[in-house]
T-cell receptor, first 111, second 115 residues
Framework: GQQLNQSPQSMFIQEGEDVSMNCTSSSIFNTWLWYKQEPGEGPVLLIALYKAGELTSNGRLTAQFGITRKDSFLNISASIPSDVGIYFCARTPDSNYQLIWGAGTKLIIKP | NAGVMQNPRHLVRRRGQEARLRCSPMKGHSHVYWYRQLPEEGLKFMVYLQKENIIDESGMPKERFSAEFPKEGPSILRIQQVVRGDSAAYFC?????????????FGEGSRLTVL
């Protein structure tokens, strides 16, 4: 259906560690988007993916559109304190413009 | 180049009152989307508008909620006779007129608290 399963729900990591999160869907689709939301703010687009297998980087962030078109992952290398926030995956279904959102992965960096 | 502007940032209403949330899209954008977000949850689509036109309101409750995007002025999300369950963050996003690619630009949100 239209659900996105995003995991993990939250992550507690040390500064400097690498982070990996992913999203899966039961149906195929054409676009994967990764957004970050900081407390009290709106989501900000990090990376957009449009083709199966596509691997895209944005600084320390890397995201890939799965070959099956049903999943995507987001990696953050060498995390820093400003990486804290909630990361959302989102996708557009084949025949609609509505964005479907995952429930988010909350990233917390331990002091 | 101003981004998507939403106001008010915070709104407190008592049950039964009306809430009006405003959104001005980015310059050059003529498509507006409204989303609702409950604490610890992702965003839920409510309504998609173009100037003077509601394109899709399938995510918006049939009663008490309405949205408009007039020829002049901001888009308005209106909630009548608010109830406690309406307490949420309401985000507006905009996109350019041509070639929607899923890259929405979001405002900072309006946080509604119903007492």
């Amino acid at each position: 259906g239209q659900q996105l399963n995003q995991s993990p729900q939250s992550m507690f990591i040390q500064e400097g560690e690498d982070v990996s999160m992913n999203c899966t869907s039961s149906s195929i689709f054409n676009t994967w988007l990764w957004y970050k939301q900081e407390p009290g703010e709106g989501p900000v687009l990090l990376i957009a993916l449009y083709k199966a297998g596509e691997l895209t980087s944005n600084g320390r962030l890397t995201a890939q559109f799965g070959i099956t078109r049903k999943d995507s992952f987001l990696n953050i290398s060498a995390s820093i304190p400003s990486d804290v926030g909630i990361y959302f995956c989102a996708r557009t279904p084949d025949s609609n413009y509505q964005l479907i959102w995952g429930a988010g992965t909350k990233l917390i960096i331990k002091p | 180049n101003a981004g998507v502007m939403q106001n008010p940032r915070h709104l407190v209403r008592r049950r039964g009152q009306e809430a009006r949330l405003r959104c001005s899209p980015m310059k050059g954008h003529s498509h507006v989307y409204w989303y609702r977000q409950l604490p610890e949850e992702g965003l839920k689509f409510m309504v998609y508008l173009q100037k003077e036109n509601i394109i899709d309101e399938s995510g918006m409750p049939k009663e008490r909620f309405s949205a408009e995007f007039p020829k002049e002025g901001p888009s308005i999300l209106r909630i009548q006779q608010v109830v406690r369950g309406d307490s949420a963050a309401y985000f507006c996003a905009s996109s350019p007129a041509a070639g929607y690619t899923g890259e929405l630009f979001f405002g900072e949100g309006s946080r509604l608290t119903v007492l």
